[in-house]
């Protein structure tokens, strides 16, 4: 079983960048596909961005387009974050499923915090 941890998280102003970490151990996530996902403080969990095994293709939210990219090599899965806004505030997970439903069933990261304030 992978394990997935989380990192690159902190406070930011609106506007700025962040670039996020999920570093994967017990097993190669090359051949996973891998999940963003964001928690709003008092929200359900959703998912954010996607990228497949093999890293071409990739899915994003339409909140997130323009402004995040995702990214991977051999063991660790990036979400570089731009143009932060206050709505982005939250806890970022990552895990081995590019949807709530899938992930159920795989491996979680357990999450890094992101606050995004003037």
């Known amino acids: 079983q992978v394990q997935l941890v989380e990192s690159g998280g902190g406070f930011v102003q609106p506007g700025g960048s962040l670039r996020l970490s999920c570093a994967g151990s017990?097993?190669?996530?090359?051949?996973?596909?891998i999940g963003w996902f964001h928690q709003a403080p008092g929200k359900a969990r959703e998912a954010i961005s996607c990228i497949h095994s093999g890293g071409e293709s990739t899915t994003y939210v339409d909140s997130v387009k323009g402004r995040f990219t995702i990214s991977r090599d051999k063991d660790t899965v990036y979400l570089q974050m731009t143009s932060l806004k206050p709505e982005d505030t939250g806890v970022y997970f990552c895990a081995t499923a590019c949807t709530m439903r899938a992930a159920a069933f795989g491996s979680w990261g357990s999450g890094t915090q992101v606050i995004v304030s003037s």
């Open positions: 017990g097993a190669t996530l090359d051949s996973y596909p």
